[in-house]
């Protein structure tokens, strides 16, 4: 089955720096990668998130990048605020089938005012 | 459009103990999703419902674990006898989700706290 690695487990940066969250993927199949950030006591919810046909995506602060090649692909926020820090989570899946992601173990952001 | 909704949201029972927890799905949604969240991993799947069938119950440890989605809308998770490791987020989630029709978005609950002492 799929296996997916997520760097770092905690992060740590002040108000207005980047954060980089990175994850890697076992099976080559995988086509789909979303990403959930989850607040403290609260539900997951979903971001961001990119299929295999395309390398980049932009979503205003944030932004995800997929290297098929490497079986890598990582999180880009810019311009940090407290209120992003939280748990983000990555996953992969394969689309169109039975559609079962597998999670990263998650990434707990901490922004600095 | 309401959420997942989840019941209890916290619960304390001892080893050995039982305890049953309910999910309604967004309305629509035919895939159902429970996933266990123990404190600083990420959610791993138990067990996938299309309709009321399963997908997917590779992960689920049958022998304590049950799950069932009778009417193919509402489910419940029952775990029987609990043990310590049992203690996590039990997470549902839901989408609406058709075979072959690609990815949609997957809608978490709140989750359903559990503690086994």
Known sequence: GE???QHPSTLSVQEGDSAVIKCTYSDSASNYFPWYKQELGKRPQ?????????GEKKDQRIAVTLNKTAKHFSLHITETQPEDSAVYFCAASLSGGSYIPTFGR???LIVHP | EAGVAQSPRYKIIEKRQSVAFWCNPISGH???YWYQQILGQ???LLIQFQNNGVVDDSQLPKDRFSAERLKGVDS???IQ???LEDSAVYLCASSFHLQGAGVNTIYFGEG????VV
Request: glycine share 6%.
């Open chain 2, 42 to 44: 990420g959610p791993k």
């Open chain 1, 106 to 108: 998650g990434t707990s």
């Open chain 2, 30 to 32: 035919a895939t159902l």
């Open chain 2, 76 to 78: 419940t998770l029952k």
């Open chain 1, 3 to 5: 296996n997916v690695e």
């Open chain 2, 112 to 115: 359903s706290w559990l503690t």
């Open chain 1, 46 to 54: 979903l971001i961001i998130d990119i299929r295999s046909n395309v």
């Open chain 2, 81 to 83: 006898p609990a043990k």
